[in-house]
């Protein structure tokens, strides 16, 4: 038996591929889970269908993914490119310092000023923090991949040194900003904590998928992800596709995070860098680099996480096991859809003549060549 | 003020310790052509799993050879994703790490409540009289045994060269009857195992116990040094040695009373700036390995 590339692929298969990943995700963390002491099913319920129990629970997972669905967004604008931002953890904390410094330097703005100038101070700061390994990349060649990487720590450190220092809660003494303005509080929705900048995502979203389906934008940005060398012949500048794609997906980080300060905290406070914009990498792969398949994730991720937080009080089951779901599903997502690609066969005679099987050697039946 | 000399070198060979693991164990994935971004988790769990050995059982040989073996497996998830299986290393890479790190947080806190104010045993400096010598024992092993030894193994054994036969151009190696898989996992467990060995530094040698920062992107930083060094063991020793220099020289002005002000966060930043800017002034126009980033497939 032995592994050959497939030359037509059924239409079953990719749906398929990702179901075996789903239940092959459930087999392996069940183990984790029963060590820590709780009944895996109970905790898969937990995690999945629990939050959506209650329209309250909805509300927290739509909450919990809003953050998700920019850093999510963000890294697929770029990877759709072949730009590989990883930055999207420093972009979008910057994106709430930007926001912080706007907030606390012009704090009695009313909200119909502060907000959008809020908003363009996060998307102006993960601009920037996009800009110098874009930069790097654009003129030296410098791999844009260990640049973004470097500056998501110099992120967590400016955000600490900011908070134990110039921006240190006055009142309270704690590494906290003081709360913003009263203009700076995004309107909620539905009455829960749900707040605009969930529609800012859904629209981000909706001007993603408009742009790469119907606009001859759309059709360059699609020709250099896929294949760079033939869309330079055909006259595409790759390189400038992925500069401006590297600034915008910066900028868009950048807003997820000035959403999360504007709508959620209404102050800069260290519990930001917990990774939104690391887990906007599996967002947007899992997504397929489509911006739809990023708001469907970027929902799942929001139950999960819910659900974590439910389980670890409900069955003392600790909440990080819903970043080891997470993790382990994206593994395993792209190593069955990537097996898909395969097909198992009978080793056939290579040479019709010869009188014998040609030999199984190991190099020949090692799974897709080596 | 006199400037303390001694002490700047001595902390400068310390810090650069774990680096000199991470890089050179990083070196030899990518020398065959893979990526490994899995580092900062594998720097992770080696710091993890043999903090959790030492404090569970006493003895450090034990949980080093635990710390390995956590290496070794990282190394083996991540050549199973993009060497058998193809997948985009970027994507293999970070999604290695996210689960490593979440694992060990989750084991953390079942284990040690969270806290972790657990401490344990740690190596005894050698040499503890002489100031610039006084350095743990891995400190040795990675500047005078692992780095001359990965050294001569790229340049002059046959193993070297199927590695970087197998970064170059695996057809051709192929050809020449090579197994590509056979090498890059080969190159990858090990490396993996060098990271973790590294990690293991952390909580084995310097701390004594383990925090959920304890890594802060020193696996990023050796990714970069790989690149800086373009590929070379001597010039990615000269690298670590360079950033353990800045930062020994920023945790010196953070104790000078003349930089008082300057926030501590800041000057914990410089040296990642300095990696930065040596990255683009040493980084232009470099030639990555030919196949790098490129899974194989036979045609």
Redesign the interface.
């Known amino acids: 038996m032995r592994f050959v590339?497939r030359s037509r692929e059924p239409r079953w298969l990719g749906p398929a591929a990702v179901g075996v990943a789903v239940l092959l995700t459930l087999a392996l963390t069940a183990g984790?889970i029963r060590?820590?002491g709780a009944a895996p099913v109970a905790a898969f319920e937990r995690y999945l269908v629990t939050p959506l129990s209650t329209p309250n629970g909805v509300a927290e997972v739509l909450l919990s993914a809003t953050p998700l669905l920019f850093t999510g967004l963000a890294v697929a604008i770029a990877f759709r490119v072949g730009y590989?931002n990883?930055g999207a953890e420093g972009q979008f904390l910057a994106g709430a310092m930007a926001t912080t410094l706007v907030a606390l330097s012009l704090p009695d703005l009313p909200a119909p000023v502060a907000l959008p100038l809020g908003l363009l101070g996060g998307a102006v700061g993960g601009l920037l923090w996009a800009f110098?390994p874009a930069l790097?990349r654009r003129r030296?060649?410098?791999?844009e991949?260990?640049?973004t990487?470097?500056?998501?720590?110099?992120a967590?450190?400016?955000l600490?040194?900011?908070l134990?220092?110039p921006w240190r809660n006055p009142e309270t003494g704690f590494p906290d900003s003081a709360s913003f303005g009263e203009g700076y509080e995004m309107p909620v929705l539905f009455g829960s904590r749900v707040h605009a900048g969930l529609l800012l995502g859904l629209l981000l979203v909706a001007v993603a998928t408009v742009v790469m389906a119907a606009t001859p934008l759309g059709v360059r940005l699609r020709a250099a992800g896929q294949s760079p060398t033939a869309a330079g012949f055909s006259g595409i500048r790759v390189g400038a596709l992925q500069w401006r794609s590297a600034l915008v997906s910066g900028a868009v980080a950048g807003l997820g995070g000035s959403s999360q300060v504007l709508g959620v905290q209404h102050q800069l406070t260290g519990s930001l860098a917990v990774?939104y914009g690391?887990?906007g990498?599996?967002v947007a792969?899992l997504g397929g680099l489509s911006a739809l398949g990023v708001l469907a994730v970027a929902l799942l991720l929001g139950d999960v996480q819910v659900g974590a937080q439910s389980a670890s009080i409900a069955l003392q089951l600790?909440s990080?096991?819903g970043?080891?779901l997470?993790?382990?599903l994206?593994?395993t997502v792209?190593?069955a859809l990537?097996?898909r690609r395969y097909r198992l066969t009978r080793l056939t005679r290579l040479r019709p003549a010869a009188p014998e099987p040609v030999p199984r050697t190991p190099?020949a039946a090692?799974?897709?060549?080596? | 003020m006199d400037f303390p000399v001694v002490a700047v070198i001595a902390a400068t060979l310390t810090i650069a310790t774990p680096l000199v693991f991470g890089a050179l164990g990083a070196l030899l994935g990518e020398r065959a052509g893979v990526l490994n971004l899995g580092i900062e988790g594998t720097l992770y769990v080696g710091a993890f799993v043999g903090f959790l050995v030492a404090a569970r059982t006493g003895s450090l040989t034990l949980a080093v050879l635990c710390a390995v073996v956590s290496g070794a497996l990282a190394g083996a998830l991540v050549a199973l994703l993009t060497v058998t299986l193809g997948v985009n290393q970027h994507v293999a890479g970070i999604g290695t790490t996210l689960l490593l790190v979440a694992a060990c947080d989750f084991a953390n806190r079942l284990l040690f409540s969270g806290g972790s104010q657990t401490t344990t045993v740690t190596f005894d400096r050698w040499f503890a009289g002489l100031p610039p010598f006084a350095q743990y024992p891995m400190t040795y092993v990675g500047f005078l045994l692992l780095a001359p030894a990965v050294w001569w193994v790229i340049r002059s054994t046959g193993a070297g060269l199927r590695l970087s036969a197998v970064g170059e151009n695996p057809e051709a190696a192929d050809t020449a009857g090579v197994s590509v898989a056979a090498t890059r996992w080969t190159a990858l467990v090990v490396g993996g195992a060098l990271m973790a060995l590294g990690g293991s530094f952390l909580t084995l040698s310097l701390l004594g116990t383990f925090t959920l920062d304890i890594v802060s992107g020193r696996g990023w930083i050796c990714i970069a040094l790989v690149i800086f060094g373009r590929w070379r063991v001597w010039p990615i020793v000269l690298g670590a040695l360079l950033f353990g220099l800045f930062d020994a020289l920023q945790l010196q002005l953070a104790i000078t009373p003349a930089f008082g002000s300057v926030p501590n966060e800041l000057l914990i930043a410089l040296p990642y700036f300095v990696v930065i800017a040596a990255l683009a002034v040493r980084g232009r126009g470099v030639r990555y390995p030919g196949a790098y980033l490129i899974p194989y497939r036979r045609a």
């Open positions: 590339l984790p060590l820590a590989y990883i110098l790097l030296a060649g410098i791999d991949v260990v640049t990487l470097l500056l998501n720590p110099v967590v450190l400016l600490q040194g900011l134990n220092g990774g690391y887990t990498v599996v792969t600790p990080q096991m970043g080891v997470t993790s382990v994206l593994l792209v190593a990537s097996v190099v090692r799974p897709g060549g080596d």
